[in-house]
């Protein structure tokens, strides 16, 4: 079935530098999302991505869709302590529109 | 801004006992899921359901899984005899309409713990 592998899985960065995480889909995707989980929080949407080679941002959130619709990356520039948390992708299945998620990367920041 | 929403928040039961998790979706949707992530694991799909009736589910929604909508506004999940393994958040979310573009809203999640 439809994998998306994602990495790293853990990330620990100092205050100020910057973070990516990179998302590979087995299938072309129709669609790529990215949530972000808080500590003991729940998925939160934070962007769709839908046109090959698509790039979006959010402030300091870069989000990027490759030209074959199969992988994507988020980046953010100076991270900050309130970007703590586990960012995943998920894309939907072909027939369906239940989300596969990545395994997700931990961002932890140092102040 | 509607929002899913979840109760109970946290529910602990004893292990081969009935647990029931209650979503209230956004009102407006039509398609709604369960979805569960055991403790620093990825979100998994459960099951999704349309029409009063389950559309997709996955192999870990097996015979003590069931769902039902029992009124127009709740959509449950009920376990029937309760594992250790099935400790888990139980997140249940919410689409507009069946369309791959269309964006699903989470609710804030169950905290299950078997002991």
């Known amino acids: 079935g439809q994998q998306v592998m994602q990495i790293p899985q853990y990330q620990h960065v100092q205050e100020g530098e910057d973070f990516t995480t990179y998302c590979n889909s087995s299938?072309?995707?129709?669609?790529i999302q990215w949530y972000k989980q808080r500590p003991g929080g729940h998925p939160v949407f934070l962007i769709q991505l839908v046109k090959s080679g698509e790039v979006k941002k959010q402030k300091r959130l870069t989000f990027q869709f490759g030209e074959a619709k199969k992988n994507s990356s988020l980046h953010i520039t100076a991270t900050q302590t309130t970007d703590v948390g586990t960012y995943f992708c998920?894309?939907?299945?072909?027939?369906?529109?239940?989300?596969?998620f990545g395994a997700g990367t931990i961002l932890r920041v140092k102040s | 801004e509607p929002e899913v929403t979840q109760t109970p928040s946290h529910q602990v039961t004893q292990m081969g006992q009935e647990v029931i998790l209650r979503c209230v979706p956004i009102s407006n949707h039509l398609y709604f899921y369960w979805y569960r992530q055991i403790l620093g694991q990825k979100v998994e799909f459960l099951v999704s359901f349309y029409n009063n009736e389950i559309s997709e589910k996955s192999e870990i929604f097996d015979d003590q899984f069931s769902v039902e909508r029992p009124d127009g506004s709740n959509f449950t999940l009920k376990i029937r005899s309760t594992k250790l393994e099935d400790s888990a958040m139980y997140f249940c979310a919410s689409v507009r309409r069946r369309g791959s573009t269309d964006t699903q809203y989470f609710g804030p999640g169950t905290r299950l713990t078997v002991l």
């Open positions: 299938t072309t995707l129709s669609n």
């Open positions: 998920a894309g939907p299945t072909e027939y369906g529109n239940k989300l596969v």
